[in-house]
């Protein structure tokens, strides 16, 4: 059972929107930045978003997050078959002294 | 380029010891607080512990204290991790990570950099 939590999977068409959700508490997300990170399949994870909405240069502006309170989202526009991939969010938590992930997300373009 | 490359995975039996390594290149090691964190099969990321810049600190998950030892050769550039008393829990695949810089704006769970990965699989 992750600390935070995602829904295991999402869906969209290319060209549409989709946005994953990240829910977490007050000792992590409440209380510390968001990440993501993209793990396209049998690859390492690749930081997606920081700081809950900074993109690391490179990464294409289709692709934005957001944080309000604790609670977190991944946005994905324009979404193309290269977006399938599983995405996981993580946030530092002051009560465990350490980072804790979402479940990941797994993200099906059909 | 800049780039981690972990090795030393592999097989072994349920209470033995294990030590990965993870070469870093292309940017100053010493500078960066390091990670490891695992993915077991069909599962998803799991932090495992951390090292501060000049090894003087450190930072275990619950289900890896007293076990895992984590440590770096900044000489070398190389991070390290220890696994001893291992458990078929511990069968995952090892990913060495980057911290990114803290004044740069990323925050303590922002890893820039990852490795490759080195698979462990503790069985019988």
């Known amino acids: 059972q992750s600390v935070l939590t995602q829904p295991p999977s999402a869906s969209g068409t290319p060209g549409q929107r989709v946005t994953i959700s990240c829910s977490g508490s007050s000792s992590n997300i409440g209380s510390n930045t968001v990440n993501w990170y993209q793990q396209l399949p049998g690859t390492a994870p690749k930081l997606l978003i920081y700081?809950?909405?900074q993109r690391p240069s490179g990464v294409p502006d289709r692709f934005s997050g957001s944080r309000s309170g604790t609670s977190a989202s991944l946005a994905i526009s324009g979404l193309q078959s290269e977006d399938e991939a599983d995405y996981y969010c993580?946030?530092?938590?002051?009560?465990?002294?350490?980072?804790?992930f979402g479940g990941g997300t797994k993200l099906t373009v059909l | 380029e800049v780039q981690l490359e972990e090795s030393g995975g592999g097989l072994v039996q349920p209470g033995g010891s294990l030590r990965l390594s993870c070469a870093a290149s292309?940017?100053?090691?010493?500078?960066?607080?390091m990670h490891w964190v695992r993915q077991a099969p069909g599962k998803g990321l799991v932090w495992v512990a951390r090292i501060n810049s000049d090894g003087s600190s450190t930072n275990y998950a619950d289900s890896v204290k007293g076990r895992f030892t984590i440590s770096r050769d900044n000489a070398k550039n190389t991070l390290y991790l220890q696994m001893n008393s291992l458990r078929a829990e511990d069968t995952a695949v090892y990913y060495c990570?980057?911290?990114?810089?803290?004044?740069?704006?990323?925050?303590?769970?922002?890893?820039?950099?990852w490795g490759q990965g080195t698979m462990v699989t503790v069985s019988s």
């Open positions: 700081s809950n909405n």
């Open positions: 990570a980057r911290r990114g810089y803290d004044s740069s704006g990323y925050g303590p769970a922002a890893f820039d950099i």
């Open positions: 292309g940017f100053i090691f010493s500078t960066y607080w």
């Open positions: 993580a946030a530092w938590d002051d009560s465990l002294n350490g980072p804790v």
